[in-house]
């Protein structure tokens, strides 16, 4: 079992930025990839980013490339992303997920967290 919490989701103007974590606990967090996906009122969760086990590759939704970095410390077993020039777009619940190899499919991933609120204000 891996345990994922997200945290560092707020109301923030349009143009600004926001660093979410993700602490994991239980299992090798080495051992996984890791993702994020957000969930919009009314929509489906779609794919955000996501980073291999070693950090070495990361993938990237096309609505955030440029935009979005993930990151992970395999030393403090947290994975990070930092949003830059948010748009109110981007408004979502962001969760966190861990998988045995990246994918942008959300059933690639096993373990999920509960998710963090993002509110990007116009």
């Known amino acids: 079992q891996v345990q994922l919490v997200e945290s560092g989701g707020r109301l923030v103007q349009a143009g600004g930025s926001l660093r979410l974590s993700c602490a994991a606990s239980g299992r090798t967090f080495s051992n996984y990839a890791m993702a994020w996906f957000r969930q919009a009122p009314g929509k489906e969760r779609e794919f955000v980013a996501a980073?291999?086990?070693?950090?070495?590759?990361?993938f990237y939704a096309d609505s955030v490339k440029g935009r979005y970095t993930i990151s992970r410390d395999n030393t403090k077993n947290t994975v990070s992303l930092q949003m830059n020039s948010l748009k109110p777009e981007d408004t979502a619940i962001y969760y966190c997920?861990?998988?045995?190899?990246?994918?942008?499919?959300?059933?690639?991933?096993?373990?999920w967290g509960q998710g963090t609120q993002v509110t990007v204000s116009s």
């Open positions: 997920a861990a998988g045995d190899y990246g994918s942008y499919y959300s059933t690639s991933y096993t373990y």
């Open positions: 980073i291999t086990w070693s950090g070495g590759s990361t």
